[in-house]
């Protein structure tokens, strides 16, 4: 039975896109896992706590309570009451949140917060199918060329086309140590296809 999928791969290669239309096509929630990183990251930033200090990054999750709530049409993160989630994706948290995946107790907290949510489910991120998810029925691995990236970013952010590369290529560098294909991933490179083929290709190698 199918109960976990997983979509894994680089900074803007666009998981969250295909993962919410892979799960909206299986009938199943879609949860972003980045989105846990960003909010700490985001909370760090408001708090002016330094996001090399592990220890006080872990005490500011415990006197603020994140929950990821992974709707069907798009994922958002709370905090006591208040949405947090369009405060995510700013230039300013993408600087940050590389720096505040790095620590591993760090990510032992969002593993435990994943591994919490009611299966099945479709998950992206960058480490779902190798730490997180092992047992995932189904592994993917998007990559796209810094440059394809970077186009599709700079819409979304501030800074011209070659800002927004150097900015992912820095992101890239940072995450190499957590972002890997699982070694029975399917690898997709993205460059080239548009978001309706990267769906079709995945939903193909989904078994039934
Ligand atoms: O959409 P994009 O790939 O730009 O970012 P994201 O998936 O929201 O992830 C933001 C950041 O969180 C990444 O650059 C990683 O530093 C971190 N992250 C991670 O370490 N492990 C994950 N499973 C997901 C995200």
Known sequence: M???VTIDGVAASGKSSVAAR?????????????????AVARLALKHDVPTQDQEALLRLLDSHALELRPYAQGNEVWCEGEDLTHELHTAEVDAAV?????HSQLRAW???QL???????????????????PQASVKFYLTASARVRAERRAGERTGDVDAVEAALRERDRHDAAQSRPAPDALLLD???????????????????
Request: aromatic share 6%; with cysteine; glycine share 4%.
């Open 98 to 102: 590389s720096r505040v995946a790095q």
């Open 22 to 38: 892979v799960a909206q096509q299986l009938n199943l929630p879609f949860v972003s896992s980045g989105l846990l990183y960003r």
């Open 190 to 208: 993205t460059s080239n296809l548009s978001l309706d083929e990267v769906v079709s290709c995945i939903l193909k190698a989904v078994p039934a």
């Open 115 to 133: 591994r919490a949510l009611p299966e099945p489910f479709v998950v992206e991120g960058r480490d779902m199918g190798t730490a997180v998810f």
């Open 110 to 112: 969002v593993n435990e």
């Open 2 to 4: 199918l109960v976990i």
